[in-house]
């Protein structure tokens, strides 16, 4: 008969674990925390003025001069805005209607657009002969521009927009932002310079809604050289 194994003679009759050596733990060093400083925002161009009641004068604080065309900016401003907005723009009714004479096809073409016209402030009707009766116009505009702005759409439709009505409409917008922007000569407050600088210094208009830039710089470099001090 055989005799007791080892698990009978265990205390509690349980067997004995098998030994297993520990295993030393290996310090692992966590990489050391980068502090980041918060990013410092840029100081506002300074303004230094005007030239040709056109370009506006800024200085960044690196010692570059920029030249802004304000009414390139102020027309992308516009546009911008307009762009986001789907409200239909507000109108004001002339107190005497403005007859617009035209081409045949530039008639014909805003008269297939009246709808369109509408949207932008413009209530207008035929009046035959080629001519156009506009009796309201966008609050935005003056009324001395309403016949210029009238042709300009004209002129854009029948090159680009006669087919496509979102095409239709961006030509309606390239008009309606020049018409409304702060004209080339035109004497402007320094408030109104100020919003202009700061949104091309951001970074938030860049070119007018014609594709032309807004800004153009000068380094201190470039300008040292044309006074033959480089």
Known sequence: MAGPTEAETSPAGKSEKPFVPAIPRQSRELPEQQTMEPLREEAPWRIAGEVLRTYIIAEDNQGTVWLIDKHAAHERVN?????RNAEPIMGQQLLTPE?????????AVLLEHLDLLNQFGFEAEDFGDGTILCRTCPAEIDAGDIAPALEEIADQLLR???ADPDGARDVMLHTMACKAAIKAGMVSGEQELRVLVDKVQKGEIQFCPHGRPVKVKLSRYELEKMFKRA
């Open 79 to 83: 546009f911008d805005r307009m762009k």
């Open 99 to 107: 007859a617009v004479a035209l081409s045949a096809d530039a008639c």
């Open 160 to 162: 680009t927009g006669r």
